[in-house]
């Protein structure tokens, strides 16, 4: 399933891309800026500030929504099918993140952006959520966009079963590769997963593929901190063939969604991080041989 195509792009990989965001993660991570990526299913999102009070929602008789003293009010716990409300609001207040497309819809989307790749030698990058953690419809996606020789590039947490690695590496051309922390603890705290997991899957992948890129989001309080950062870094350093790293300051550009969502946004006293923050990180993964930026 996946919630957005975004074409030209000229982020997240070489040249003009198009991004396929995939819905799904199994991390939890507090300044996470697509919250509506997390859920493998169907989301229903609610712009209060776009109702104007049609009511179409509530034609439908579907027990998530219903009318308040306040206006239309969401059960964001409801168990019902929540798809039925696509299209219904003629504002855009209620609606639904999440698509079935087929291998054959995307590809037709993709093919679109031909011309493109072509001249600045882009190609797509497949975003989420997880998509590694997606099912064989992504590797036969992979397949045929191996076939078309389109450059192929996935952004990734590596929070999933080496096997669900090891079935893409050959189809794809860039991985961008998230590295969040190397202690355990302050990541199981802030993001749900196991570090050791990622690491481990960061090892064995670093010995078979030849272009990796580690990014790494800088959030205040989690990483950010020169002892934490040569933390990450040194690892890096220890995966000899990785020779690129990207740091990409916290931004709080998501914030609005968590409240569309229902949910509460756990970071939301956090001031955002500065690019001129980053500068002795960047100076030091320099001086240990990477090539280091700021941004994707």
Do not use: Q, W
């Given at each position: 399933m996946i919630f957005n195509i975004q074409r030209y792009s000229t982020?997240?990989?070489k040249g003009i891309r198009t991004m396929i965001f995939y819905k799904g993660c199994p991390l939890r991570c507090m300044w996470c800026s697509n919250p509506e990526s997390q859920s493998y299913s169907y989301s229903l999102k609610y712009n209060r500030h776009l109702c104007k009070g049609f009511e179409e929602c509530l034609k439908i008789g579907n027990e998530a929504v219903r009318a308040g003293e306040n206006g239309i009010e969401?059960?964001?716990?409801?168990?019902?099918d929540v798809e039925i409300f696509r299209d219904?609001?003629?504002?855009?207040?209620?609606?639904?993140?999440?698509?079935?497309?087929?291998?054959?819809?995307?590809?037709?989307?993709i093919e679109k952006?031909?011309?493109?790749?072509?001249?600045?030698?882009?190609?797509v990058t497949f975003s989420g959520g997880e998509p590694l953690s997606q099912g064989p419809e992504l590797v036969e996606l992979l397949q045929e966009l191996k076939k078309r020789e389109i450059n192929v590039s996935i952004e990734t947490s590596l929070h999933v079963p080496w096997e669900m690695i090891e079935r893409c590496i050959i189809f794809t051309d860039t991985i961008l590769s998230?590295?969040?922390?190397?202690?355990a603890e302050k990541f199981k705290r802030y993001t749900g997963g196991d570090a050791t997991l990622v690491m481990k899957n960061l090892i064995k992948l670093s010995a078979l593929h030849n272009n990796i890129v580690i990014r790494v989001p800088v959030v205040p309080d989690f990483n950010h901190s020169m002892s934490e950062m040569k933390g990450i870094i040194d690892f890096t350093i220890s995966l000899k063939k990785i020779q690129e790293i990207?740091?990409?300051?916290?931004?709080?550009?998501?914030?609005?969604?968590?409240?569309?969502?229902?949910?509460?946004?756990?970071?939301?006293?956090?001031?955002?991080?500065?690019?001129?923050?980053?500068?002795?990180?960047?100076?030091?993964?320099?001086?240990?041989?990477?090539?280091?930026?700021?941004?994707?």
């Open positions: 982020h997240d990989g969401i059960d964001f716990t409801s168990k019902g219904i609001c003629p504002t855009k207040a209620v609606t639904v993140s999440g698509e079935e497309k087929s291998t054959i819809d995307i590809l037709a989307e952006d031909l011309p493109f790749y072509k001249r600045s030698e882009g190609g998230d590295l969040k922390h190397t202690n990207h740091f990409l300051p916290y931004h709080t550009l998501g914030n609005e969604k968590y409240k569309m969502l229902g949910r509460r946004y756990e970071l939301d006293e956090t001031k955002k991080v500065d690019e001129h923050e980053l500068a002795d990180y960047i100076e030091y993964a320099e001086s240990k041989g990477l090539k280091a930026k700021i941004g994707g």
